[in-house]
T-cell receptor, first 112, second 112 residues
Framework: GEDVEQSLFLSVREGDSSVINCTYT??????LYWYKQEPGAGLQLLTY?????DMKQDQRLTVLLNKKDKHLSLRIADTQTGDSAIYFC????????????FGGGTRLMVKP | KAGVTQTPRYLIKTRGQQVTLSCSPI?????VSWYQQTPGQGLQFLFE???????NKGNFPGRFSGRQFSNSRSEMNVSTLELGDSALYLC???????????FGQGTRLTVV
């Protein structure tokens, strides 16, 4: 099946920028997503990008998409302790209806 | 607007029993998807319903089933529970554009 991969862990200092990376294999991906999960909670949709775009900015969040390399990144500017959570990237493809394929998640730890 | 509501939040069942989980989507959303989240396998797609019809199905055994009612509320059922079914079960709803999937808080099922 199609794969989505992320690094497991990222640690940053409060006020720094965080960059979380994701790679995917499905060349027919149409939308790519970033979700945030805090302990004991469901998934919160942070942002998404259509596959024909290469960048999307939403307040402190910047998504970059390199479709050629199948690489997606999420940059969080001025990272706060409240940003500590697990971040999942996910993709939907034309071939899979409304089914999201998720990466394994990156745990972001923000140190004061 | 109310978000996606899942009930119950927590459930403890014994091996061999069956369980039914409920999901009420965001008002106006007609697509409901179910996902299983475990530490070992991550987030995996179970199935998706749209207008009372199963539109997509993941690779889970027949013990996992679901349905959707005319008011778009959905239930999933797991029969003959196994220890490995212990997981966080997440439900997501989408509108007719299928662009964004919004998740509920999940139901944490523990099988003992």
């Amino acid at each position: 099946g199609e794969d989505v991969e992320q690094s497991l862990f990222l640690s940053v200092r409060e006020g720094d920028s965080s960059v979380i990376n994701c790679t995917y294999t499905d060349s027919s991906s149409t939308y790519l997503y970033w979700y945030k999960q805090e302990p004991g909670a469901g998934l919160q949709l942070l942002t998404y990008i259509f596959s024909n775009m290469d960048m999307k900015q939403d307040q402190r969040l910047t998504v970059l998409l390199n479709k050629k390399d199948k690489h997606l990144s999420l940059r969080i500017a001025d990272t706060q302790t409240g940003d500590s959570a697990i971040y999942f990237c996910a993709e939907i493809s034309n071939n899979a209806g409304n089914m999201l394929t998720f990466g394994g998640g990156t745990r972001l730890m923000v140190k004061p | 607007k109310a978000g996606v509501t899942q009930t119950p939040r927590y459930l403890i069942k014994t091996r061999g029993q069956q369980v039914t989980l409920s999901c009420s989507p965001i008002s106006g959303h007609r697509s409901v998807s179910w996902y299983q989240q475990t530490p070992g396998q991550g987030l995996q797609f179970l199935f998706e319903y749209f207008s009372e019809t199963q539109r997509n199905k993941g690779n889970f055994p027949g013990r996992f089933s679901g349905r959707q009612f005319s008011n778009s509320r959905s239930e999933m059922n797991v029969s003959t529970l196994e220890l490995g079914d212990s997981a966080l079960y997440l439900c997501a709803s989408s509108d007719s554009t299928d662009t964004e999937a919004f998740f509920g808080q999940g139901t944490r099922l523990t099988v003992v």
